[in-house]
């Protein structure tokens, strides 16, 4: 089946789409679920989304949205159904349980009123996907859950107050939400065995990577540097993304402690944003930077010179961090401090566009980016293998025509089950 063919297949169907984070949040899951639904329709679906407030990754309601217990907008030709919920500004295993159960009571109090002809739900949300269950069996239709995280894995492995206590009420929720579907898609193979332990057969799970939502660079390297205060001669090492507790970001405010010559950007936030910065206190190679503007984010990911993903020793099989499209298309050489035997590391080694070290542990990540400061030519050429993996690999017509298969591969089932 050709892309085209693909592509008709959903015209003229209709498509609910189930995730908490939706545009206009530009990091994380957001963007993925948006250019989805945007793409189906497009494609001539009629497609409708239920979502929550902006709040990624800050954990604060954008400022547009304060206030507002229900709204409904047109983007991208897709109907966005946004529904209040709470908020933590701190994570811990009580707050996120009331996060999800704010997401799950206003949805089931005030769903869309529509008749989907397919659910599709982006999780780690687990109210999204016990939502988009609910709603797929009360109009007899197919669910289509995709796994980006599996919360159940995350409430044991990412070091979250009262995790473990937390870890069987997730992986029950989780193990709701996907037996009865469909198909169940996952953004790495690595998430395959944990999805199968749910209860899910091996045959119903299909791979459907992220593919890369950014433009690549265009500005000057140099100029783009001096923009930003980074000194010629510097090695800037930056990190991009959510600050939370499963990244583990305080092996580079260590690394930072260990090496005044270096500069350690953090640029985003998160939850731990202010511990983070209480820790590297006095520290004045340790810079916080706000997230970048969707317009200058690649160029300021290509003026470092070293980009580094973390986690901690504990994450394995949880999370694959969505940032590492992004990272691969700047054209920058990835340090990975993260568990050896992960999704993340997998991908690195896949990539080869980086190196790997031990988690948690600044002397090993110092070493690898002091390695790759003396040797500029094979750090060129760790980012250009990254970029020509995204071109291979990850772009969004191969990432998008992965999901119209998947879901044409549903949509055909249904049709020949409505047939006989």
Do not use: C
Not at 412 to 420: E, K, L, P
Request: charged fraction near 20%.
């Amino acid at each position: 089946m050709t892309t085209n063919d693909r592509s008709a297949t959903v015209e003229g169907h209709a498509v609910l789409v189930v995730s908490t984070n939706y545009a206009p949040e530009l990091t994380g899951i957001g963007p993925y679920a948006t250019q989805l639904a945007e793409h189906w329709a497009q494609s001539g679906a009629r497609v409708d989304v239920l979502t929550g407030m902006p709040h990624y990754p800050a954990w604060r309601v954008d400022e547009a949205y304060r206030g507002v217990r229900r709204a409904e907008e047109v983007r991208g030709g897709a109907t966005v159904h946004r529904r209040r919920h709470y908020v933590p500004p701190r994570q811990s295993a009580l707050r996120r349980a009331l996060f999800e159960a704010s997401v799950l009571g206003h949805g089931l109090l005030a769903p869309p009123r529509v008749r989907p002809d397919v659910v599709v739900s982006q999780m780690p949300s687990l109210a999204g996907g016990v939502l988009a269950a609910r709603i797929a069996r009360r109009h007899g239709v197919p669910h289509i859950p995709v796994v980006q995280d599996l919360m159940g894995a995350a409430a044991a492995q990412s070091g979250i107050k009262g995790g473990g206590r937390a870890a069987s009420v997730a992986a029950a929720a989780e193990r709701y939400a996907l037996r009865g579907a469909a198909l169940v898609g996952v953004i790495h193979e690595s998430f395959v065995p944990g999805v199968t332990a749910l209860g899910v057969d091996p045959a119903r799970i299909r791979v459907v990577p992220n593919w890369t939502h950014v433009r690549p660079p265009t500005a000057d390297r140099e100029a783009t540097r001096a923009r930003l205060g980074w000194n010629p001669g510097t090695v800037v090492v930056l990190h991009s993304g959510n600050m939370g507790l499963k990244q583990g970001l305080e092996v580079l405010v260590e690394t930072g402690r260990l090496a005044p010559d270096v500069k350690v950007v953090l640029m985003g936030d998160g939850n731990q944003r202010d511990a983070l910065r209480a820790r590297a206190e006095g520290l004045s190679n340790v810079e916080f930077a706000p997230p970048a503007d969707a317009d200058r984010f690649t160029d300021v990911l290509a003026a470092a010179d070293v980009l580094a993903v973390t986690q901690r020793a504990s994450v394995l099989d949880m999370s694959v961090p969505s940032k590492l499209t992004s990272y691969f298309v700047s054209g920058r050489p990835v340090v990975a401090s993260v568990a050896a035997g992960g999704g993340t590391a997998e991908e690195v080694r896949r990539s080869g566009a980086g190196v790997l070290v031990a988690p948690e542990d600044p002397s090993a990540l110092l070493a690898a980016v002091r390695k790759l400061a003396a040797d500029p030519a094979g750090a060129d050429g760790l980012g250009a293998r990254g970029a020509d993996y995204v071109t291979l690999h990850l772009s969004r017509e191969a990432g998008l025509a992965r999901f119209d298969a998947l879901l044409a591969e549903v949509l055909g089932h249904a049709r020949r089950s409505t047939r006989r």
